[in-house]
């Protein structure tokens, strides 16, 4: 059982930067790959980033690319998201996520969930 808690998320400007963790506990002796996902109001869960156990592998989506960076210290338990560049578009509720086995995109493939952070960007 692993556990995800949040935090970080906050109001800011476009073009301002935020960054969001995660803190783990529970089983984290267990190699989990985590993920970054966001739900905007009346929209869909969709995928944010993900990265491996080790941290040696990350994959963003489109809509991110070069402006958000996922990193982990496994050392903290703790899952970063890295958000530069913010834009109106980027106003959800970010959640953290846990699997174990590979990083992947799909909100299905994954076993623990946190409770959220807001995160709005002001025009």
């Known amino acids: 059982q692993v556990q995800l808690v949040e935090s970080g998320g906050g109001l800011v400007q476009a073009g301002g930067s935020l960054r969001l963790s995660c803190a783990a506990s529970g089983r984290t002796f267990r190699r989990y790959a985590m993920g970054w996902f966001r739900q905007a109001p009346g929209k869909e869960r969709e995928f944010v980033a993900t990265?491996?156990?080790?941290?040696?592998?990350?994959y963003y989506t489109n809509s991110v690319k070069g402006r958000f960076t996922i990193s982990r210290d496994n050392a903290k338990n703790t899952v970063y998201l890295q958000m530069n560049s913010l834009k109106p578009e980027d106003t959800a509720v970010y959640y953290c996520?846990?699997?174990?086995?590979?990083?992947?995109?799909?909100?299905?493939?994954?076993?623990?969930w946190g409770q959220g952070t807001q995160v709005t960007v002001s025009s």
């Open positions: 990265i491996s156990w080790s941290g040696g592998s990350t």
């Open positions: 996520a846990a699997r174990q086995g590979a990083a992947g995109t799909g909100g299905n493939e994954y076993d623990y």
